[in-house]
């Protein structure tokens, strides 16, 4: 793969927290993947008892933004995703834990990520949720004036990126990817909280150690998303719910690598 200037190079060790990445930082480190590159569908299992699912989906049905808080709207979906999570978990026995704060290291510094949901199996990482909230509250720390921005589903965010460099650190103490590159995922709502953004990163490992020593040039992380609609019919065929197939689907990868632990 091609090198590109490191944006973060001989940055302050303040100016390199992920909090303070600008978007020209965030587009000198990516590059577009394939618009038409799709995540993994699994098998969804059923769920043996429904009602915690019917009323997320039936409070989701109802909400929309004018009448009802985001940080509300943001908690079902939560919730309809942690669930979804362990059930699938459960059939496929094995444990999906919400793990600690991703950390990224840059210039020799380690820095926390806010998220609300971090999905791992035997310590191999499936995926953040992250939301503008988690965002604004970690930037505030620094910027105390800052005000909160609604959500931006076209833009990549700096924290998207850092905690997708962090799973593939994580994921390097586990297995080898090809070639020492790492696919890792992020998972956040749109401004509307009707369609759910998941991005997906192929990290190489090169890029990892480049952004924690200090490097002048890296290798680019390759990016692509998809938008998933947020499920809101108690009714429908869960079994049909592509946001419960795709999280079924990254588990089972995610497990494959931990398989795969050396």
Known sequence: MHLVNNPLYK???????????????????????????????RRVPDFPHRRPVERCLEKLQIMDRHTHSERAMFS?????????????????????????????????????????????????????LIDSFARYEERRQLVPDLEHVAQDEVSTDGFDVAALIAQAANQKEWSSGPDGIYKAHVLYPTSTYK??????????????????????????????????????DPHCDWNEIVLFQIIAGLIDESTKLSAKRV
């Open 11 to 41: 940055r302050s060790l303040e100016e390199s927290d992920p909090a303070l990445w600008s978007p020209n930082d965030v587009e000198a480190l990516v590059i577009p993947g394939l618009s038409s590159y799709q995540s993994p569908r």
């Open 76 to 128: 079902k979906i939560f919730d309809l995703i942690e669930y979804a999570m362990q059930r699938v978990g459960r059939d496929r026995q094995v444990s999906v834990v919400n793990d600690g704060s991703p950390k990224i290291e840059v210039n020799g510094e380690s820095f926390s990520i806010p998220f609300h949901l971090g999905c791992t199996v035997n310590d191999s990482p499936i995926f953040h």
């Open 195 to 232: 369609k759910l953004v998941l991005l997906t990163g192929w990290v190489p490992y090169k890029t990892v150690v480049a952004l924690r020593e200090g490097h002048e040039t890296l290798e680019p992380i390759t990016l692509s998303r998809e938008l998933i609609d947020v499920p809101c």
